[in-house]
């Protein structure tokens, strides 16, 4: 009976070197007010200059996102009074934005859809509230940093076109892939690169009665975003009746208790007061640099996702699990060009994404190349090297400049498939641990794990594991089946 309508509205730091306004740092996480001025710290009579690389990726990212970038553009002032926005006005766009009417397809292994975006506009951040306990009153306190203040963003707002929790969090997850694969934003959800701020309302189908929106503030992961607005769908049903069409409600999340917390009525467009922006002109966007910021743009997350399922048989996690880290994907095809195969395929996807989760590295922070992977399965392959040191080797490769010739020489590890060689290691095995020769010839023959584990030990990994197995069985009088 219920028809749950969600709208975002996404915002996301750009990855510029300097803020929107004014030549400070954009480094919102080092020490607090090391990057700040008059200018973003609203001191009366500064003046704003505008950022062109904040236009650029803006632009960058309208494109990504289908928008339609409009010729030109101005800024507006939206007048609030907060505390972390001390000109008492933040500099956005109202009247003519970036860009509107954009789309992105969210999609899963089993469904797509296109949700609509309205517009994309420029603004700057706020500076960071942090909470603190006074030491000598115990008390909680509030602290500003304007590190973050005047950071550039762009605001992505959606139509009341989402449908669930789920579906608001997979469009999300998709804004925040694409925009950190095209190294728009740097995307890290935990201190606050990415956040957005959901709406949601409920629809009765059957009589076209609603309520009234309630909108959930600085929401900055996926899951969270879900969980608010799975909570507060559940509510809206229980309160469907005394919620009216006219009410307008705004809410935070509190993570500890998992419910949303009301915090103020929900301002109106008028409540803003927005005027433009006298202190800054009117742009002119010129096609070339339209078409400038679409040439960086060779192929976009999704596409790529697509054509590697398809060239690479890939399931859709795998290939999701490659796309949200561009210089691994970039590897991945890279060494795929070299050496196709599905061993090859499996290899990065396995032993390569383990190596970098233990070690906590991005790809790029080793010395691996596609060239030495290649050398290292083409070792194993031809017999040169035995398959349970493949660990150890790609650890080395990883760490050092070494090419894998010189690494197996200088460790010596050779691979040892010399019977005779085998068999002399075997015997002092047994000589040296005649209890368990016994026992295993006296018919406990779960210790074979323990011999097969002895001449790995003493080859140092450089044999077959099924050769070994072969000469125990045989010098215990045993069938190998």
Request: glycine fraction near 4%; charged fraction near 30%; charge should be negative.
């Amino acid at each position: 009976m219920f028809k749950t309508i969600i709208g975002l509205e996404v915002h996301a730091q750009l990855k510029t070197e300097t803020k929107a306004f004014c030549s400070c740092a954009n480094d919102p996480q080092s020490q607090p007010n090391t990057h700040i001025c008059p200018i973003c710290t609203g001191q009366p009579g500064t003046l704003p200059r505008i950022n062109r690389k904040m236009i650029e990726l803006a632009i960058k990212a309208a494109i990504a996102l289908n928008g339609q970038v409009n010729d030109h553009i101005i800024f507006d002032r939206k007048n609030y009074f907060s505390a972390d926005m001390p000109k008492g006005y933040q500099i956005t766009q109202y009247q003519k934005p970036l860009a509107e009417n954009g789309w992105v397809e969210i999609f899963n292994s089993a469904r797509k859809k296109k949700i609509t975006i309205n517009e994309i506009h420029l603004e700057e951040d706020s500076a960071r509230t942090l909470k603190k306990i006074d030491t000598r009153s115990g008390r909680e306190k509030s602290y500003l940093d304007f590190n973050r203040s005047g950071i550039p963003l762009i605001e992505i707002v959606t139509a009341p076109a989402i449908s669930s929790p789920k579906e608001a969090a997979e469009f999300f997850e998709a804004i925040h892939m694409i925009l950190v694969y095209l190294d728009i934003c740097n995307g890290h959800l935990e201190s606050g690169a990415m956040r957005t701020d959901a709406n949601i309302s409920l629809l009765d189908s059957q009589t076209g009665k609603h309520t009234g929106r309630v909108e959930i503030k600085n929401l900055n992961t996926f899951k969270n975003l879900e969980r608010a607005l799975t909570y507060e769908e559940v509510f809206l049903k229980d309160h469907f009746q005394d919620f009216s069409a006219e009410k307008a409600l705004t809410k935070d999340w509190d993570e500890r208790s998992r419910t949303t917390i009301p915090s103020r009525e929900k301002e109106t467009s008028s409540d803003y007061r927005y005027f433009e922006e006298p202190d800054l002109p009117k742009i002119q966007l010129e096609q070339a640099i339209i078409n400038h910021c679409a040439q960086q743009i060779l192929e976009k997350p999704f596409e790529r996702l697509e054509r590697l399922m398809h060239e690479c048989n890939l399931t859709f996690d795998m290939a999701k699990s490659l796309i949200i880290d561009r210089p691994f994907v970039d590897f991945f095809e890279q060494t795929m060009k070299i050496l196709g195969t599905d061993e090859m395929k499996h290899m990065i996807l396995r032993d390569v994404k383990a190596y970098l989760n233990h070690s906590g590295k991005l790809i790029q922070q080793t010395y691996l190349t596609p060239e030495k992977l290649y050398q290292l399965l083409k070792f194993i392959k031809t017999g040169q090297i035995a398959p349970t040191l493949k660990t150890k080797l790609l650890a080395t490769l990883c760490e050092t400049p070494k090419g894998i010739e010189t690494i197996i020489e200088e460790e010596n590890l050779i691979k040892i498939d010399d019977q005779d060689s085998l068999l002399q290691i075997l015997e002092a095995v047994i000589t040296e641990n005649e209890e368990q020769y016994e026992a295993y010839i006296c018919g406990k023959k779960e210790l074979l794990k323990w011999f097969i584990g002895q001449m790995i030990k003493r080859t140092k990994g450089r044999t077959d594991p099924k050769l070994i197995i072969r000469i125990i069985k045989e010098r215990m009088g045993e069938q190998n089946e």
